[in-house]
């Protein structure tokens, strides 16, 4: 027998006992600490930070709040939703963190590892016990979930695999398809009993879309309970929340309903066109803590010469997304996915010499995973032969994109921003994917290939028919302030930087608390209706 099969089913067997590997780990590994920097930091400091907090909490505590269920995992994760369970707890309300022990999505544990690090998520968290219910979704009976949920878990699965792999395309053998699927069954089955017989009133879960937070959102649905879910974006001191779809659909249609026909102030116009001006200048904007174009710009004829464009042939723009971004996941239309897209516009263009193809790679692909799939390489692989009229600007190049945007007939995008960024500067724009800004009223939205290709024989014969109106950019910067500025709710805390935020006191949680700005967003997060939601929507 090999020796790693024989340690695994020693550990298998062994994990059937929680007591031993509770033990174990206290007095073999002396309370080891078995997770990442965000877990150490949590033991840290929560205790004092539950310390400061319960001064705040009325007599009445729990008694005027609601029944709140916060689903967490990873340590990341896990530090940022201790904290918010915390702040909820301190509003009032009944909350219990539901902690799923994974350190990562990732890695294949034993149960008896599982079991160890379940006993020292337990042992940092609890101090957090003095206002919060803590329950670990390990220690929870599994139940039986009804059939029809299987298909979304199975699109879960998917989207779990491309997320992790950063590729659309993931073969069937693939080991971490047997993780991701054991994992994802385990979590609803005990998901499905325990929000069975708990029924809380608002179920919050970060992301919705991937991992076992878009498990609990479909499990959540399906039983009819209010999910909200939340995410980060580049903006600080704010966040993503969304009362119905999963926060990363980026599902704006109530909001744009609202903001539609409601011109922008003379300093709400400033201050957007300030932003977009920070953005494709290279600089970081008003809320920004990300900057995607790090080299300023050098001018459009430079770049020009620099790349051997001809001014006077048609140029289109192609700026896919980075893949694996959670933005992009089952954001298809009409196509297969990003990939297909890329390569058959490919074909497209090298049917039509007379005009020229520059495909930007995002920026943000520096940052790719060694194992993912680089748009630059998804073009590489399907370049046609002898294809003269293609560009190929690499995520690296030492380019501001912003400098092809006046060279540019149109733009080709699926779901990336900058395609809303070129309509501002009066490029007509093709979004081919699910873009929250499709459909919005200044870009083209085909529905199948036909229209696609119509639209982009359109764009090579009239190209000034198909370009947006004067009404339809100044649709276009109304709906870039709604997005930028109305859609995100003000929060004190950032996932990515949390750490480093909560050295500031005015960042601890006790001083959070006091602060009136963000009691609106407290409240939303509970199903308080956002402030653009209708009658209609507002029941989530």
Same mark, same amino acid.
């Given at each position: 027998?090999?020796?790693?099969?024989?340690? @695994?089913?020693? #550990?298998?067997?062994?994990? /059937?006992?929680?007591?031993?590997?509770?033990?174990?780990?206290?007095?073999?590994?002396?309370?080891?600490?078995?997770?990442?920097?965000?877990?150490?930091?949590?033991?840290? %400091?929560?205790?004092?930070?539950?310390?400061?907090?319960?001064?705040?909490?009325?007599?009445?505590?729990?008694?005027?709040?609601?029944?709140?269920?916060?689903?967490?995992?990873?340590?990341?994760?896990?530090?940022?939703?201790?904290? $918010?369970?915390?702040?909820?707890?301190?509003?009032?309300?009944?909350?219990?963190?539901?902690?799923?022990?994974?350190?990562?999505?990732?890695?294949?544990?034993? !149960?008896?590892?599982?079991?160890?690090?379940?006993?020292? $998520?337990?042992?940092?968290?609890?101090?957090? @016990?003095?206002?919060?219910?803590?329950?670990? $979704?390990?220690?929870?009976?599994?139940?039986?979930?009804?059939?029809? #949920?299987?298909?979304?878990?199975?699109?879960?699965?998917?989207? !779990?695999?491309?997320?992790?792999?950063?590729?659309?395309?993931?073969?069937?053998?693939?080991?971490?398809?047997?993780?991701?699927?054991?994992?994802?069954?385990?979590?609803?089955?005990?998901?499905?009993?325990?929000?069975? +017989?708990?029924?809380?009133?608002? $179920?919050?879960?970060?992301?919705?879309?991937?991992?076992?937070?878009?498990?609990?959102?479909?499990?959540?649905?399906?039983?009819?309970?209010?999910?909200?879910?939340?995410?980060?974006?580049?903006?600080?001191?704010?966040? =993503?929340?969304?009362? /119905?779809?999963?926060?990363?659909?980026?599902?704006?249609?109530?909001?744009? @309903?609202?903001?539609?026909?409601?011109?922008?102030?003379?300093?709400?116009?400033?201050?957007?066109?300030?932003?977009?001006?920070?953005?494709?200048?290279?600089?970081?904007?008003?809320?920004? +803590?990300? /900057?995607?174009?790090?080299?300023?710009?050098?001018?459009?004829?430079?770049?020009?010469?620099?790349?051997?464009?001809?001014?006077?042939?048609?140029?289109?723009?192609?700026?896919?997304?980075?893949?694996?971004?959670?933005?992009?996941?089952?954001?298809?239309?009409?196509?297969?996915?990003?990939?297909? =897209?890329?390569?058959?516009?490919?074909?497209?263009?090298?049917? %039509?010499?007379?005009?020229?193809?520059?495909?930007?790679?995002?920026?943000?692909?520096?940052? #790719?995973?060694?194992?993912?799939?680089?748009?630059?390489?998804?073009?590489?692989?399907?370049?046609?032969?002898?294809?003269?009229?293609?560009?190929?600007?690499?995520?690296?190049?030492?380019?501001?994109?912003? !400098?092809?945007?006046?060279?540019?007939?149109?733009?080709?995008?699926?779901?990336?921003?900058?395609?809303?960024?070129?309509?501002?500067?009066?490029?007509?724009?093709?979004?081919?994917?699910?873009?929250?800004?499709?459909?919005?009223?200044?870009?083209?939205?085909?529905?199948?290939?036909?229209?696609?290709? !119509?639209?982009?024989?359109?764009?090579?014969?009239?190209?000034?028919?198909? @370009?947006?109106?004067?009404?339809? /950019?100044?649709?276009? =910067?109304?709906?870039?302030?709604?997005?930028?500025?109305?859609?995100?709710?003000?929060?004190?805390?950032?996932?990515?930087?949390?750490?480093?935020?909560?050295?500031?006191?005015?960042?601890?949680?006790?001083?959070?608390?006091?602060?009136?700005?963000?009691?609106?967003?407290?409240?939303?997060?509970?199903?308080?209706? #956002?402030? =653009?939601?209708?009658?209609?929507?507002?029941?989530?």
């Amino acid at each position: 027998m090999a020796k790693g099969t024989w340690k @695994a089913r020693v #550990l298998h067997f062994l994990g /059937q006992y929680p007591r031993l590997a509770e033990w174990d780990w206290k007095w073999r590994l002396r309370k080891a600490p078995l997770g990442k920097e965000s877990a150490q930091f949590l033991a840290a %400091h929560l205790a004092e930070w539950v310390e400061e907090t319960l001064p705040l909490v009325e007599p009445s505590f729990g008694e005027k709040g609601k029944e709140v269920v916060l689903f967490t995992l990873h340590d990341r994760w896990m530090l940022h939703n201790s904290l $918010l369970a915390l702040a909820l707890a301190g509003r009032g309300h009944r909350v219990t963190l539901l902690f799923w022990p994974y350190r990562d999505w990732f890695t294949p544990i034993s !149960d008896y590892a599982l079991w160890q690090r379940e006993a020292y $998520l337990r042992h940092i968290l609890r101090p957090l @016990a003095r206002i919060v219910e803590v329950r670990s $979704l390990l220690r929870e009976p599994p139940g039986t979930y009804p059939p029809d #949920l299987e298909p979304a878990l199975e699109e879960v699965d998917a989207f !779990d695999m491309q997320y992790a792999l950063q590729r659309e395309e993931v073969a069937e053998d693939h080991p971490l398809w047997r993780v991701r699927r054991a994992r994802n069954r385990d979590a609803a089955r005990r998901l499905w009993r325990f929000l069975t +017989q708990r029924r809380p009133q608002a $179920l919050l879960v970060p992301n919705g879309l991937i991992l076992e937070f878009g498990v609990a959102y479909h499990v959540g649905r399906r039983l009819g309970l209010p999910v909200m879910t939340f995410e980060f974006d580049e903006q600080k001191d704010h966040m =993503w929340l969304s009362q /119905q779809d999963p926060v990363m659909r980026l599902n704006v249609e109530d909001l744009w @309903a609202r903001y539609r026909h409601q011109p922008l102030t003379p300093e709400e116009a400033a201050r957007i066109r300030r932003a977009m001006e920070d953005r494709w200048q290279g600089r970081i904007w008003e809320r920004s +803590q990300r /900057q995607w174009q790090e080299v300023p710009p050098q001018g459009s004829l430079e770049v020009a010469r620099k790349l051997g464009l001809d001014p006077e042939r048609p140029l289109f723009l192609l700026a896919p997304n980075v893949f694996g971004d959670s933005v992009v996941l089952g954001a298809q239309v009409f196509t297969r996915g990003l990939t297909d =897209w890329v390569k058959r516009t490919l074909d497209f263009f090298a049917r %039509h010499p007379e005009a020229q193809l520059v495909i930007r790679v995002h920026p943000g692909e520096k940052l #790719l995973d060694p194992q993912g799939l680089s748009m630059a390489q998804v073009v590489r692989d399907a370049w046609p032969p002898g294809a003269k009229n293609i560009v190929l600007i690499p995520a690296d190049a030492p380019i501001n994109t912003f !400098d092809l945007v006046p060279l540019a007939t149109a733009g080709l995008v699926y779901t990336s921003t900058i395609g809303m960024e070129m309509v501002l500067q009066g490029v007509p724009v093709v979004v081919a994917g699910r873009a929250y800004y499709r459909g919005k009223g200044f870009t083209l939205d085909p529905t199948t290939w036909e229209e696609y290709w !119509d639209l982009l024989h359109g764009l090579l014969t009239r190209p000034q028919e198909l @370009a947006p109106t004067p009404e339809q /950019q100044e649709l276009a =910067w109304r709906f870039a302030y709604t997005f930028f500025y109305r859609f995100p709710r003000p929060y004190p805390w950032n996932l990515l930087i949390l750490p480093q935020l909560l050295q500031r006191p005015e960042r601890r949680p006790a001083q959070v608390l006091r602060n009136p700005l963000y009691f609106p967003t407290w409240d939303q997060l509970v199903g308080e209706p #956002l402030p =653009w939601r209708t009658p209609e929507t507002a029941s989530v």
